[in-house]
T-cell receptor
Framework: GEDVEQSLFLSVREGDSSVINCTYTDSSSTYLYWYKQEPGAGLQLLTYIFSNMDMKQDQRLTVLLNKKDKHLSLRIADTQTGDSAIYFC????????????FGTGTSLTVIP | DTEVTQTPKHLVMGMTNKKSLKCEQHMGHRAMYWYKQKAKKPPELMFVYSYEKLSINESVPSRFSPECPNSSLLNLHLHALQPEDSALYLCASNSPFGEQFFGPGTRLTVL
């Protein structure tokens, strides 16, 4: 399998920015994703980036991709209490039958 | 419609029961997935169907039997499960552009 690593926990104050990091080991990934999972719920696709891009911005979310260092990050601006959840990064390997590899997940806690 | 639906939402079954989980999407996606997820862990891939054919089986025990009757439906048949099979079972489908959408999951408890 693939090693996709994330920090386990992150705490931020409401209104601050959150940065969630992810490192992966396989450079053949084609797409990289960020998912949000609230307690008892399924995974919500937040955003994704094609591997030939460096950055993607979508409202409060900014994704940065450093292919050289195999590092992906998700920045959430003006973090709100509703952003508290577990965040998973994932990579798609289209050349191995569309297999997804998920990161270990980061639990984000937003302090009011 | 960017929705993947799953039924039932919750399922409690004994170790001798036979049950099925259902998944449906009407986005025209031709790749569909079953995942198993334990609490606070990432989803673990079980099966991938591509164009209604099983393309990946991640060494899943035979007590889990997937079925893809058509391009919109995916089933997971369960028989003689063990308590350690209790988990959230997630279905997902992939667009040709790389987006993967998940259903809300079925929370399975095996007694």
């Amino acid at each position: 399998g693939e090693d996709v690593e994330q920090s386990l926990f992150l705490s931020v104050r409401e209104g601050d920015s959150s940065v969630i990091n992810c490192t992966y080991t396989d450079s053949s990934s084609t797409y990289l994703y960020w998912y949000k999972q609230e307690p008892g719920a399924g995974l919500q696709l937040l955003t994704y980036i094609f591997s030939n891009m460096d950055m993607k911005q979508d409202q409060r979310l900014t994704v940065l991709l450093n292919k050289k260092d195999k590092h992906l990050s998700l920045r959430i601006a003006d973090t709100q209490t509703g952003d508290s959840a577990i965040y998973f990064c994932a990579e798609l390997h289209a050349n191995t039958g569309n297999q997804f590899y998920f990161g270990t997940g980061t639990s984000l806690t937003v302090i009011p | 419609d960017t929705e993947v639906t799953q039924t039932p939402k919750h399922l409690v079954m004994g170790m001798t029961n036979k049950k099925s989980l259902k998944c449906e999407q009407h986005m025209g996606h031709r790749a569909m997935y079953w995942y198993k997820q334990k609490a606070k862990k990432p989803p673990e891939l079980m099966f991938v169907y591509s164009y209604e054919k099983l393309s990946i089986n991640e060494s899943v025990p035979s007590r889990f039997s997937p079925e893809c009757p058509n391009s919109s439906l995916l089933n997971l048949h369960l028989h003689a499960l063990q308590p350690e099979d209790s988990a959230l079972y997630l279905c997902a489908s992939n667009s040709p552009f790389g987006e993967q959408f998940f259903g809300p999951g079925t929370r399975l408890t095996v007694l």
